[in-house]
């Protein structure tokens, strides 16, 4: 098992001498190589896998001082002797710093974005990330001398000592080409199995089947879907004799709680749940476990000598039976894949091999072999193992404090991780452990796990610290539910995304500086991110306030028109600004023109639902509640402008279908759903198909128009739609009803139709009437806005008032939503333009 590997440059894109070797990769990308022996090695490596890039167009000059590299992206100076801070150097071309974009052999590379980390466990807030592939000012550096070499056949080998092997990204702010070079050379994030994206139930607690199934049956009667069930550590015996081993690691069902275990997985997939089981695989296979004697005999130790079989992942012949003597057993009753935990360790005895990055590199060539539970698309669940870990999705980040603190460094930690190519964490949603209840921590942790690349709930084992919403409070448990129904209803939008992450190289959550590089606003906003390429998320992260009854936080809107979601407030970007929101709100804002679709829950299903939860906008079917097939009704969430989005559908089976959705703020049209071919290649081994199986022959469409003003009928083909009121303040819904997937759909919505104006009086007096503060003080507020002045003229006198300052820019958000453009575009920079 292995994965498909291209290490050979080509030639011609190699310059080397006695004991260095240079390739150029890429027009941005070099690998330095120094051997004491002055043999060099191409194999791959646990970062790097594919080299064999087209020739690269360069200049070397050569002096007897000095050979000198110029590509389009960097400038190379080298003096052929060992490497030293005086002897090599490279720079970012294109006029970002003179001297920060300078890199020197030994030195850090300024400006660096950050990456990722192996874990969150015993961190109550923020921790330093590791380096990524981008940086601010151009230059960015990834040391591979000491990770595994991977030999031909898949096998590992140490590599020579005192040898060198460095890669360095040279893309100035092009950030989003370094990635796409990274993924080039290091491949590509995989894609995941549909249901991997819908929402993920764990906890640490001992559960019985009879008791694990009762509470999945009591989601599907509250419909809140899930689509993974996470079986925690009491899976297997945990108290064992203390000379057997530790209780940590099993592969034993613990039959007093679960005493037919296939019984029990069945039950779990006809319920539309996928089953992953905890694991802890240093003990290795102890005499007390049930595969005990067919793994001695496979590692030639006599069953009756009850010695433990070591964990050693240097051995072959251990992982192979490993694998076969003790997973696939477990797999075969109905486990779908593993959650690779803690307790390996980072030393083995093959210098640079990682245990943990040999598990995760393991496991999922295994989960994807031909009759394997999930073969078609692999998937671990484990911790980040250092650059290239990206191939191994699902991440787990680890024990997370029930902290503010802690809710307040996820977003940026997911955010800053796709520096590093890291595309699919999931977080313990809601915290692991320490802290006390607090509904609403709890709740604004479910709202970042919604737009987060996995959801998972999780909790430790203490019977009062644990994740139902009916645990909490009346609001929060409306809320909470709310929002893990709209996380599955994001599931076609997710899966474009899935799509979009392997073949077009654009992880789910990205940094606000991918699309606005010379923005120094996009810096200050380590928190907000783009969730896809449509929508733009500030999550919050701290208390409400008292006043208000809402909680602040400050944003960033590139230029354009956006419109919040969860408001229907719309604003002009290019600034900061703070938006402050109810429990059941976070700044959730899509472009000028999206059309995002969602399943259509709020509709009969074809399996015989006949009601839905509304509330919040968010309500659910009855009927399949879990299901993550291509849905056949779908939502589509509008917003004023024009703009054109593709929704890209299968069924974890290759066989996509394209539907371009489109508005120009008048008219909404759905094409024709059209098969797709996906290329086929070594690192994106996708068969290419033609039939278009994803999608039903016939769909129920409905619109939610969100922002807009001026709408009094809508038509299709001539015939009058309905027009009701939607969830969000102002926007409207259409049912377009049934409609062939093959043909076009082109709904008129008929009026003056406009952005909204966003109704800031009433907007105004909603918010007065909530703030816990004087009437007189409330009145006098209310007068400044209704009193003809302008938004900026009400602003000015509401900050004269003395209010309480949360209020005072509550108030001021809605009256300064919208006050047209002032500020010029911020990209790209001026000509010649330098940041020191």
Known sequence: MRFPARPDPHPDNVIAGDRWRITVLDAGLVRLQWSPSGRFTDLASQTVLFRDTPVVDKTVRETDAVIELITDRLHLIYDRGPFTPQGLSVQARGGISNYHSVWRFGEQAEGNLGGAARTLDGVDGALPLDDGVLSRHGVAVVDDSDTVLIEPGGWFTEREPGSLDLYVFCYGRDYRAALSTFYRVTGKQPLLPRFALGNWWSRYHPYTADEYTALMDRFTAERLPFTVGVIDMDWHPVQIEPEIGSGWTGYSWNRELFPDPAAFLKGLHQRGLRVTLNVHP????????????????????????????VFDPTDPHFLLAYLQQVHHPLEHEGVDFWWLDWQSGRVSRIAGLDPLWLLNHLHFLDAGRPGGPIEHRPITFSRYAGVGSHRYPVGFSGDAAVSWASLAFQPEFTAT??????????????????????????????????FSPILRLHSTLDPFNSKEPWRFGEVARRVMSDYLRLRHRL????????????????????????????????????????????????????????????????????????????????YSGGRKIVMYRSIDQLPLLARAGAVIPLQDNDNPSADGADGADSAGGVGVAVGAVNSVAPPDALELWVTPGSGEWE?????????????????????????????????????????????????????????????????TAARVDGRELDLRPGDVPGSVRIEVGQRPTGADTRVELLGEVHGSDNAVAERVFTLLDNAQTAF???????????????????????????????????????????PGSTTAPVDPPPAGTQES
């Open 647 to 711: 929704l890209i559908e299968d069924a974890d089976d290759d066989a996509w279908t394209r539907t371009v959705l489109k508005t120009d703020g008048h008219t909404v049209t759905v094409g024709a759903a059209e098969p797709m071919a996906t290329q086929t290649t070594a690192e994106s081994p996708d068969p290419g198909r033609s039939a278009a199986t994803a999608v039903p022959a016939d769909r129920r469409w409905s619109l939610k128009l969100v922002g807009f003003d001026g709408i």
């Open 417 to 450: 991780s796709s520096n590093v190519g890291y595309g699919w964490w999931s977080h313990d949603i809601g915290g692991h452990m320490f802290g006390g209840k607090d509904d609403e921590l709890a709740t604004r942790w479910v709202q970042l796990g919604v």
């Open 491 to 570: 599931l076609p939008y997710l899966a474009s995304m899935n799509y979009r992450a392997h073949h077009a190289d654009q992880p789910l959550v990205q940094p606000m500086y991918y699309e606005h590089p010379w923005a120094s606003e996009a810096y200050e906003v380590p928190n907000q991110y783009l969730f896809g390429d449509q929508l733009l998320v500030a999550p919050v992260t701290s208390r409400r306030d008292p006043v208000t009854t809402m909680a602040s936080t400050t944003c960033w809107l590139p230029p354009g028109d956006w419109t919040d979601l969860t408001t229907g407030v719309r």
């Open 776 to 818: 007189a003080d409330k009145t006098r507020a209310y007068g400044l806005v209704t009193g003809g002045l302008t938004p900026a003229e009400a602003a000015l006198g509401i900050a004269a008032l003395g209010l309480d300052h949360q209020l005072t820019g509550a108030i001021n958000e809605i009256l300064l939503a919208a």
């Open 282 to 309: 240093a003990d290795g296979i102890r005499a007390h476990e049930d595969r005990y004697r067919e793994m001695a005999t496979a590692m030639g130790i006599d069953p009756d000598s009850k010695l433990p079989v």
